[in-house]
């Protein structure tokens, strides 16, 4: 048996090995990061990276101006199935650019920075709230072809060994393959998600006792898509469905 100071002294040096031949990335401006780094993201942009803060939505999470007003104009006019959510960072230039190298260009080693940040600020709610899992969002099998991994999956594993939560993956399903949401008005949102999600049956009674999850997913923008997969969840007998995303809007 190895003993456990030489078994660290050998991780230490797998990790450092690992950093020479495959480097990490910084996620904001695409920068090989050294391998004495070990926060994920390189000094000059850990100084620009738009953080949520107070005061926000009480129920999506967006940054608002009033601190009077506990909802946005969004959550003021709409009504949703899901509980409410949190987001990371604020959906600036920086942030648009981190996330499309992240979905299209394969980047999917930005999840363990941006999980990281998501732990580090809600791991209190997150234990607070004891989900039985984490759901997340899932996408077409014609982009996940494409891309080779589904964003929100990736961060969920994340989050999930992070802090010990059960990931699942079969229990929702995306059967139609919709149009960019960033292309649509609110109302065409709405439409092109419909019927864009559905429950695998099998899997529902394998997970019948669910009874909390936590949604995640990329980008937060009017809700639409955790809307859908939130109602659909619900009416699979899940009573709460909360979300946490890694980026939102302002207002």
């Not at 690992?18 to 000059?44: E, K």
């Not at 995306?174 to 999600?197: C, D, M, W």
Request: aromatic fraction near 12%.
């Amino acid at each position: 048996m190895i003993k456990k100071g030489l078994y660290e002294v050998w991780k230490g040096v797998e990790r450092n090995l690992l950093g020479i031949l495959y480097p990490s990335r910084c996620p904001f401006c695409d920068g090989v990061l050294g391998i004495s780094n070990c926060i994920g993201i390189c000094s000059n942009c850990e100084k620009e990276v738009e953080f949520v803060k107070e005061p926000y939505c009480k129920k999506c999470g967006k940054p608002i101006e009033n601190e009077v007003d506990e909802l946005c104009v969004d959550c003021m006019e709409r009504k949703f199935s899901f509980e409410y959510g949190h987001a990371v960072f604020v959906y600036n230039y920086s942030m648009k650019n981190a996330v499309a190298r992240f979905k299209y260009n394969g980047r999917y080693e930005y999840a363990e920075y941006f999980a990281g940040q998501a732990v580090k600020m809600y791991e209190n709610w997150i234990n607070k709230i004891s989900p039985d899992a984490l759901i997340p969002v899932p996408i077409h099998k014609s982009r996940y072809r494409q891309r080779g991994y589904n964003q929100a999956q990736v961060i969920a594993e994340s989050i999930g060994a992070k802090l010990g939560i059960d990931v699942i993956n079969n229990l929702i399903i995306r059967v139609k393959q919709t149009l960019p949401q960033k292309e649509l008005s609110v109302i065409e949102r709405h439409k092109n998600l419909y019927g864009a999600f559905d429950i695998v049956e099998e899997m529902k009674e394998l997970y019948r006792e669910l009874k909390c999850v936590i949604m995640i997913d990329d980008i937060y923008t009017t809700g639409s898509t955790i809307e859908a997969c939130a109602d659909i969840l619900k009416g699979s007998g899940i009573d709460k469905v909360y979300f946490l995303c890694i980026c939102i809007g302002k207002k």
